[in-house]
């Protein structure tokens, strides 16, 4: 006989509002990512019984069924989006990514109430994952999604340029001309995904350590393991990198009116750039206000409802900030929304 849960059984709906909570945050319908066994019971429960079953055929899909036992290698599943809707319906789960009224209202007209702090703008529509935002901007007209090429990078090399620093900067220029085979270089070399690589350069350049200090971000990256933390600190390209990272920022602190022995630290490197990104977004909005082009603004990005003229852009950019930007664009086509 086919299970079917009572729902309106307190335990089973406290069971299917834990499981929820746990597959929307931690699991996604379009990559697939290794669980254990364990991992799956500790939220859904017993595998053994009706309701852990249940709710493991209706929340995921088995993408590798391989387990390799010597290296410990587990299936991997990714998100059933079909039954995480249903069981959302049955207990009356609200998904914790909600779009409000007042988001759509904002969708429709353009005009979006950001909150500024930190020479930044901030929206809720920023946090959403990607998989759910990137639809719903299609949905809703913005179809065209640009970014500065390695923005951070980009514009504190220039900034330090500008104020008078000339020594080579091989590493850097490497990275901004081509990052993607820098980073899939480094990924082979080191046996990081990429993602964590980027987020290791993204570290470093804000005056981030390479360290087994139990609280540095670097070693969280890399899972606390030490032997990783000795091949970046051993890696040509890294120690580079590092190098010229804080030659620029040695430069760029005599601007600063800090007193003799004072830190330049992470918090007051990150004011900088957001203060360089500031310049340039201001530049962009005027510009795609100008034009009359919709879009909603991420930092160093935005959707648009209209394509840019990159190249107008990229000048008057250059004309009223001095710096040389260039951007990745993409044209998304709808996709209904997560």
């Not at 914790?96 to 429709?108: R, V």
């Not at 979006?112 to 901007?137: C, M, S, T, V």
């Not at 350069?201 to 606390?224: D, E, P």
Request: with cysteine.
């Amino acid at each position: 006989m086919t299970y079917t849960p009572n729902f309106s059984d307190p335990r089973v709906h406290r069971c299917t509002q834990r499981a929820l909570t746990w597959a929307e945050t931690y699991i996604k319908p379009t990559q697939a990512r290794w669980l254990s066994s364990r991992e799956i019971q500790r939220h859904l429960g017993s595998l053994a019984r009706p309701l852990g079953k249940y709710l493991k055929e209706q929340l995921l899909i088995c993408e590798d069924p391989y387990y390799n036992m010597n290296t410990g290698r587990c299936k991997s599943y990714r998100l059933n989006d079909q039954g995480f809707r249903y069981l959302c319906d049955q207990i009356a789960h609200k998904p914790k990514f909600q779009i409000t009224t007042e988001n759509l209202t904002e969708l429709q007209t353009g005009e979006f109430a950001y909150d500024e702090k930190g020479h930044r703008e901030y929206h809720p529509l920023q946090n959403l994952p990607k998989r759910i935002k990137q639809p719903l901007l299609s949905y809703n007209g913005y179809r065209y999604e640009y970014d500065i090429q390695c923005c951070a990078q980009t514009l504190i090399l220039q900034q330090a340029r500008q104020q008078g620093y000339d020594k080579p900067t091989p590493c850097l220029d490497q990275y901004i001309s081509d990052r993607s085979s820098v980073r899939q270089n480094l990924s082979k070399r080191l046996n990081l995904d990429e993602v964590t690589v980027k987020k290791i350069l993204t570290a470093i350049l804000n005056g981030g350590s390479i360290s087994v200090w139990h609280t540095n971000m670097i070693f969280s990256y890399v899972n606390y393991n030490r032997i990783m933390i000795d091949h970046l600190r051993g890696d040509s390209f890294i120690q580079g990198y590092q190098k010229e990272v804080r030659d620029l920022w040695g430069q760029i602190r005599k601007s600063k009116s800090l007193r003799k022995g004072e830190r330049f630290n992470a918090k007051m490197k990150s004011e900088v750039y957001r203060e360089l990104e500031e310049s340039v977004r201001v530049v962009i909005k005027r510009h795609l206000k100008k034009n009359k082009i919709k879009a909603f603004i991420e930092h160093d990005g935005w959707s648009s409802n209209k394509p840019v003229y990159i190249e107008r852009l990229c000048w008057e950019v250059k004309q009223q900030t001095g710096f040389v930007i260039r951007l990745d664009w993409t044209i998304h086509e709808y996709i209904e929304a997560y």
